[in-house]
């Protein structure tokens, strides 16, 4: 039923006592491919870190470029400004999939794509890296968005802090499927079944002060948020 | 255009250092009431934890009763493990409500309705207490299930694990409508404006042991996300 059981040839990332799923397992995998594709459809990631013992989890647009995530905002943000002295980070991804109704309360369940990642993100200094790195946000939000914009400017690059986080240690769980219930359950006359979920974009808002003879691009015309991982 | 102009007499909650918004502070609502309609909203938290300076973000399903936030899971699980020994915790839900597009790649945004929330989380040991947060799980998801499905057993109920955080100190931060661009890029022959995003119930999937005259309920017949508050 999972993923990655289709998948062939891809690479697998080391287990580490931080990345291993320890509560249902069966659910974990560790593929490069299956985690890229997860980080590839979400939109929005959670950032946990913690600044004298308490935790803080901001939620946060980002990009990936390969084995890196990237995270972008104003270097005078509480959260970037924690960040930049180089401290461990967890980033969460969560794709919810679908309702799980069980006969039983008790095997009520969702099914759901998550990718947890650890590590430390360090700040990207080089100018060019800096800016495909703000390509990488733009595209994963709108792929082909980028070509259509204006791009930024030297001062707006470098007013923004730019993070590269390694894909090094990071796992994805998955759960896919119908309820499970108590074999005994099954005899009770009580619906049992999945209601899928998806984030759908729906009619696209004209800005209000838009000219009327503004084509609207393809990016924007064909908008799904179910990608092709790249 | 904040949700929070519209409303009236609602008890606005404590500004702390920790759930004070410093980033776009216009963006910040500290109203009970705008706080609850999110929670209600949204499906899955991100919970985050940190053990000996580690941070952990996990995704959870949750409920809300009145002003505290319950999460449940098994007793053998690191997260609940962790959270039992009393730490603080930060729970953050996102609902993620539109793409916004403007001229420049700089000012590109999303529309967005969060909570974050502080506290620390206690252990719910009263039997009754247990058995209401966990019917606010299953309300919580699909409304009205509680009702139809296969009540919780004694043991079920023991074995499992339910903590409680107040919404004391929480924030909501918003973000809606028109991109906002530079006033000289207004001139630009650039399409702009915001691709709405909603989690959207498909058709449901009937378990596949399902025999045929079971009637679907109503809860699952009308599912919809978008809740009016409780």
Chains 1, 2 share one sequence.
């Not at 690479?11 to 799923?21: A, G, P, Y």
């Not at 007013?159 to 990071?170: D, I, K, N, Q, R």
Request: some cysteine; hydrophobic content about 40%.
């Amino acid at each position: 039923m999972s993923t990655s059981e289709h998948l062939a040839n891809t690479e697998s990332l080391m287990i580490t006592s931080r990345n291993q799923i320890k509560r249902l397992p069966q659910r974990g995998k560790y593929d490069q491919h299956v985690i890229h594709q997860i980080l590839d459809e979400g939109l929005v990631c959670h950032l946990g870190f913690s600044v004298n013992g308490q935790p803080f989890v901001i939620p946060t647009a980002y990009g990936r470029i390969d084995d890196f995530l990237y995270i972008h905002g104003s270097p005078a943000s509480r959260m970037l400004q924690s960040l930049q002295s180089g401290i461990e980070v967890c980033v969460t991804v969560t794709l919810l999939d679908g309702l799980v109704l069980a006969r039983s309360a008790f095997h009520h369940s969702m099914n759901y794509r998550s990718v947890v990642i650890f590590g430390t993100a360090t700040i990207v200094q080089a100018f060019e890296q800096k800016v495909e790195a703000l390509r990488s946000f733009t595209e994963h939000v709108v792929p082909k968005r980028w070509a259509e914009v204006r791009q930024p400017t030297r001062q707006e690059i470098l007013g923004t802090l730019v993070l590269a986080l390694p894909l090094a240690e990071a796992s994805a769980k998955i759960r896919t499927g119908a309820p499970l219930d108590d074999e005994a359950d099954y005899e009770l006359p009580i619906w049992a079944g999945v209601i899928p979920l998806s984030l759908t974009a729906g009619t696209f808002i004209p800005d209000a002060r838009l000219p009327a003879d503004i084509p609207l691009p393809d990016s924007v015309q064909n908008y799904t948020r179910a990608q092709e991982s790249k």
